[in-house]
């Protein structure tokens, strides 16, 4: 299984500030996942992040929003931009196991609060 | 579009009681289907997984999974429950085939699961 860590693991921000979220595993992967998980939420996914390519963004979350770096394939960052109090999630990346059938694995998460 | 549904927001058991939590998906063609469990200010950890084979799926922790096809269904189980189960559950499907063909997960709304002693 990965070992994925994630920085900062909690941060709390004033509106109109951005905030970098890191992620970092422990092996080589093509494919990396970010996630929002609101308060009292089920996971949500706002993009897919291949290395040297451009991210995939879900419906709903503009690249404008929530820029992401794929530097190498080990790495990845997520920046939430110009936040408001509804940006107060936690942020998860991700990782799947070998194989499209095999599970994901998940960081610890970056618990975000904006006021 | 595939979807998984966890129809309680709370299951409330007492130790070493069996518990169920319950899950339901929709899915075209084939279903790959996960449980997960999330402890207080923790990530996500994989419980178990059905992608083929015997209904009966065994996981982490003790739990298991009972996956039914005619009725959509992939029950969470466990025979006695443990005050330390306590945490909150989800079920998810793998979204195989769609538009962007990612093999993400889609996740149901969750499960808050309370064991008392």
């Known amino acids: 299984s990965a070992v994925i860590s994630q920085k900062p693991s909690r941060d709390i921000c004033q509106r109109g500030t951005s905030l970098t979220i890191q992620c970092q595993v422990d092996s080589q992967v093509t494919m990396m996942f970010w996630y929002r998980q609101q308060p009292g939420q089920s996971l949500t996914l706002i993009a897919t992040?291949?290395?040297?390519?451009?991210?995939?963004?879900e419906s709903g979350f503009v690249i404008d929003k929530f820029p992401i770096s794929r530097p190498n394939l080990t790495f990845s960052t997520l920046t939430v931009s110009n936040m408001s109090p509804e940006d107060s999630s936690i942020y998860l990346c991700s990782v799947p196991d070998r194989g499209l059938y095999n599970e994901q694995f998940f960081g610890p998460g970056t618990r975000l609060t904006v006021l | 579009a595939q979807s998984v549904a966890q129809p309680e927001d709370q299951v409330n058991v007492a130790e070493g009681n069996p518990l169920t939590v319950k899950c339901t998906y929709s899915?075209?063609?084939?279903?790959?289907l996960f449980w997960y469990v999330q402890y207080p200010n923790r990530g996500l950890q994989f419980l178990l997984k059905?992608?083929?084979?015997?209904?009966l799926v065994k996981g982490s922790y003790g739990f298991e999974a009972e996956f039914n096809k005619s009725q959509t269904s992939f029950h969470l189980k466990k025979p006695s429950a443990l005050v330390s189960d306590s945490a909150l559950y989800f079920c998810?499907?793998?979204?195989?085939?769609?538009?962007?063909?990612?093999?993400?997960?889609?996740f149901g709304q969750g499960t808050t699961l309370q064991v008392k002693p």
């Open positions: 998810a499907v793998r979204d195989i085939g769609g538009s962007s063909n990612t093999g993400k997960l889609i």
């Open positions: 992040a291949n290395q040297g390519s451009e991210a995939t963004y």
């Open positions: 899915v075209s063609g084939n279903p790959y």
């Open positions: 059905y992608i083929t084979g015997d209904n």
